[in-house]
DNA sequence: TTATATATATCGGATACCCAATATCTATAT
DNA sequence: ATATAGATATTGGGTATCCGATATATATAA
């Protein structure tokens, strides 16, 4: 038995949260906020547990991808003292627009007028 | 100029799914679609597909997940002919309200103004 | 009845995501 | 130089998602 799943208010738990995890949308979340201003990781976390309402990410969920998507050549890094800025290539601008597009196309009507 | 379907899929990669592939959105979106129209399984595949851009999923991708929403008590079923068509519980409008609200704001600034 | 077509259901395995714990690096203070 | 604090990086493992193949069910046609 779960307990409830009805808790509401600031926490939500896992919010809304039987139904999905977003599971897969790090990276695309990712792109989008360093396309918004470029920061470094631990920055990114906090922003990322903002809008999700939770906890900051973990070290092995955020710095991996933040590696996979250099590999991927859609981010640079560029040490500013004791912390590594990320930001957007060309290229990764590039993923970002489509990824943008497909991510509207499928969600298309999800959200109020 | 700009003709037709965003051409995913060749170039640089799976276009836009080099960042992520949306891999635990599944079940938002089904409650998603079945909350706008009841559908049957393989209306629910080819709506999907036809927003991602895709192949229709598999149908060891799309009963599972229906199985599950229904384990959770967010959809039933009603047999109809040859099809059964999946529809939203109270429990499940309950839950897509409170996911949605969750996405909204994961992703708010994602859309262009 | 049998045959056919479509929808639904399940199984096995591959992939990718994410976390907790641990280790390394950098800058500053002493 | 060492110590400290914070950021970054890596490792190992658990888990959910997804696909391809296969099996079952239902309705229609002959």
Known sequence: MRGGMDREGDGEGKGGGDCCDMRGMLG???LFLLSKKP???QELAGEIAIRKGEKKLSPGTIYPALKGLK???FIVEERD???IVY?????GEKALKLAKRKFIKTFFGIFPE
């Open 71 to 73: 590999e991927l050549g």
């Open 81 to 83: 003292g004791k912390t």
């Open 28 to 30: 695309f979340l990712i």
């Open 87 to 91: 930001s957007l290539t060309d290229k």
């Open 39 to 41: 920061m470094h990781g």
